[in-house]
């Protein structure tokens, strides 16, 4: 049997390489997207428009693992107008509902919707539509016109300091309905999964969005960091009963093409909201198979029924819309031409094509031009994209089987459900708990998988190989207490673990921590953190008990994944004088050489970060040690309190600190190499699990959630 392939490569001419060039021709050559949107209104002009009324929603379904950092992070951000977050509970099953509580009495910033069981769980969509119903009611005078209501996932972290001003700034035009900003994968450097998704987003944000954007308007909306217009929700409320499609798997995508065929238009946020990407593939094909499925509900509903074509929108626009609908064919094809070509290969059927070999190479590849403008506008590393290319165009085919059991689920007429995936810190606290509570035998040794250790660390990893003080690298498992249970954990240490001798000789069995924090002021390594980072390093000036009694250190410790390394220097009166005025000679000609590296490291976060003082947080630590085994230790920490913004004088301050822990008391186990057989029985009696839990990123975000927006940066409204 002789088959002609030649409609396989007029449609990979029609469909891809003209789109592919033309994307690449704009991109480069096209308007740019800073001078297609009007200026910025001078804040400080007296007659310039308020800004808008900017209010986040969040739908959240058992994200009590992730949902007060997000918070923290959209909070963080400095915003001149009034900005604020509402939770939307779908019925979570864990401390979902009292984090978001907590975090509601602390800051006028903060509410919280609750949603009944006889409607929970039918759908994000639903979610958003009773959210947005429930902000109309308890806000019946806003102006909707200047009122902009942003959708988050629970896991999403902004980066930028200027992203709510560029979210003002885009729709000062009031032909702006919506806006939709860029997407990155927070652990993109710690697993080739993740990695590839990152790739995958930024190809689509960076090229694809940005030439749609200063092309046709017709920007995609996605699940997270998009922005639209209160007024066009209401407009699509008073059209179809609701704004958000609650049929729709992809809500998103579904009230985007509504709002382009409501004449609305849709920009593209050059700045990006960070987010967890997935390490299983299992759990990818999950993600993706709802992702098609819902895409091609849209597909259906648009395309198929001839709405987007007897509609009336620019022709241009159309034609952009109805090529993105249908870009699902594209993998089925795609899968086509390679069985033709393995069926020619066997010997088959022969397989004629009256183009060139050359043409057909350069045909079946036009998307790679576009991939590397991708990464290098995403700034990946330029050694990295030979490789990230090639796995990406492998990566890229697990969508064939997604689409296919899209359309499985659709001809078969399966109801659509609201499945939610499990956060990378749920899976990561799970396997640490997994850890903690096996039974590890004496001999055995704690390893760190690769990815989690194996990052750059800017030099900082030279730096500790190279301490010649007191130095230690250990591994610490953390857990948060409820204050009715510490006393029984403590009598529990006893039984394996001896009372530190510093702590004998305390009435109290406790000695007083107070630590002062350097950091930026973006606070990049609170936002390190946050954003799940693997590799980092911080400073602080410690010192314990009162005034007097004890020397004042200068400590620097960096963290891999579980494993830490921290290396300590006492500091003289002089010598601190000397850090908090920022005399850098001085100092150094006064420390020995084994100091002098970790002081030089110290100056040159100041110089190049702008570091200073941060937060004091002072504590009451117990601490106990294993008299057989002196690197392994444990600590409970209690009566958190902090203070923000402290000169390093100021370490023993008494007033002004706040509590930022509620009561609960903070347990570290720390160990080198062999994990305790005992820490299996006391996280089983006490039920509780290894988490994240920072006492210098607790009280940031502790004061953060306290500062009224309105006022700006938290920078400068403490």
């Not at 710690?190 to 990695?195: E, N, R, S």
Request: aromatic letters at 10%.
């Amino acid at each position: 049997m002789i088959i002609s392939t030649d409609f396989l490569t007029w449609f990979f001419i029609g469909y891809c390489l003209i789109y592919n060039l033309l994307l690449c021709v704009v991109f480069l050559f096209g308007p740019k997207r800073q001078t297609a949107i009007a200026a910025f209104p001078n804040p400080k002009a007296a007659d310039h428009p308020p800004l808008p009324r900017i209010t986040i929603m969040i739908p959240a379904l058992n994200e009590e693992s992730v949902i007060e950092q997000t918070i923290a992070s959209l909070l963080s951000i400095p915003y001149a107008g009034c900005l604020e977050v509402l939770v939307i509970d779908d019925c979570s099953q864990d401390g979902t509902l009292s984090v978001a509580r907590r975090l509601c009495s602390r800051s006028p910033a903060v509410s919280v919707l609750e949603r009944t069981k006889d409607r929970c769980h039918m759908g994000k969509g639903d979610v958003l539509n009773q959210g947005f119903s429930h902000l109309l009611k308890g806000n019946p005078h806003q102006d909707l016109s200047q009122w902009i209501i942003g959708v988050f996932d629970a896991d999403g972290c902004i980066v930028e300091d200027d992203f709510y001003a560029e979210v003002a700034k885009a729709f000062c035009d009031p032909a702006v309905g919506a806006t939709q900003c860029g997407v990155r994968i927070l652990n993109r450097d710690h697993h080739l999964l993740a990695a590839l998704q990152d790739v995958e987003f930024a190809t689509f944000s960076f090229v694809t969005q940005s030439v749609r954007d200063t092309t046709t308007g017709a920007v995609a909306l996605g699940g997270n960091g998009q922005f639209i217009r209160a007024s066009e929700l209401k407009g699509l409320s008073q059209e179809r009963g609701a704004p958000w499609n609650p049929a729709a798997l992809t809500e998103d995508l579904d009230i985007g093409v509504r709002l382009l065929m409501n004449g609305a238009r849709i920009r593209f946020i050059q700045r990006h909201v960070a987010q967890e990407g997935l390490q299983s593939f299992k759990l990818l094909f999950k993600q993706r198979h709802r992702w098609a499925w819902g895409s091609l509900q849209t597909f259906m509903r648009y395309v198929v029924s001839g709405e987007v074509l007897k509609h009336r929108m620019p022709w241009l626009r159309k034609l952009d819309l109805l090529y993105y609908l249908s870009f699902w064919i594209v993998p089925f094809v795609v899968l086509i031409s390679m069985g033709l070509t393995l069926l020619g290969f066997l010997g088959w059927i022969q397989v004629t094509n009256s183009f060139s070999f050359a043409w057909m190479v350069f045909n079946g590849f036009s998307f790679v031009p576009m991939m590397v403008l991708g990464m290098r506008s995403a700034r990946i590393a330029a050694w990295k994209i030979p490789h990230l290319v090639f796995l990406t165009t492998l990566y890229s085919f697990h969508w064939v089987p997604a689409l296919a059991k899209g359309w499985v689920s659709i001809l078969a007429g399966q109801e659509p459900t609201w499945i939610k995936t499990k956060r990378l810190r749920e899976v990561m606290g799970q396997v640490q708990a997994s850890v903690a509570s096996t039974q590890v035998a004496p001999d055995a040794k704690v390893i760190q998988h690769p990815t989690a250790l194996a990052a750059a660390d800017d030099g900082r990893g030279a730096l500790l190989n190279g301490f010649h003080g007191a130095s230690a690298r250990r591994i610490e498992f953390k857990y948060v207490l409820p204050a009715r249970v510490a006393d029984q954990v403590s009598e529990q240490l006893q039984k394996f673990l001896a009372l530190d001798p510093h702590c004998q000789q305390q009435a109290s069995n406790r000695y007083t921590v107070r630590s002062i924090y350097f950091d930026s002021p973006g606070f990049s390594c609170f936002h390190e953190k946050l954003n799940g980072q693997q590799v980092r390093e911080k400073f602080r000036i410690r010192t314990y008990d009162q005034l007097g009694q004890t020397p004042i250190f200068l400590e620097y410790k960096a963290k891999r994944g579980l494993a830490s390394n921290k290396k300590k220097i006492a500091l003289t009166k002089e010598q601190l004088a000397a850090i908090a005025a920022g005399e850098y000679g001085a100092l150094m000609a006064s420390c020995s050489n084994g100091n002098a590296q970790l002081v030089d490291r110290l100056f040159s976060q100041i110089y190049r970060k702008a570091y200073g003082p941060a937060v004091l947080v002072v504590y009451e630590r117990q601490a106990f040690v294993c008299e057989q085994d002196d690197s392994i230790r444990a600590t409970m920490d209690t009566n958190v309190r902090a203070a923000m913004y402290p000169e390093l004088c100021e370490i023993y301050r008494q007033d002004g600190l706040e509590n930022v822990l509620d009561g609960q008391v903070i347990l570290e186990i720390k160990f080198k190499q062999f994990l305790p057989r005992w820490l299996h029985a006391l996280t089983t009696q006490f039920q509780i699990k290894p988490q994240a839990c920072s006492k210098y990123c607790t009280s940031v975000a502790y004061f953060i959630a306290q500062t009224p927006m309105k006022q700006g940066s938290i920078i400068h409204a403490i």
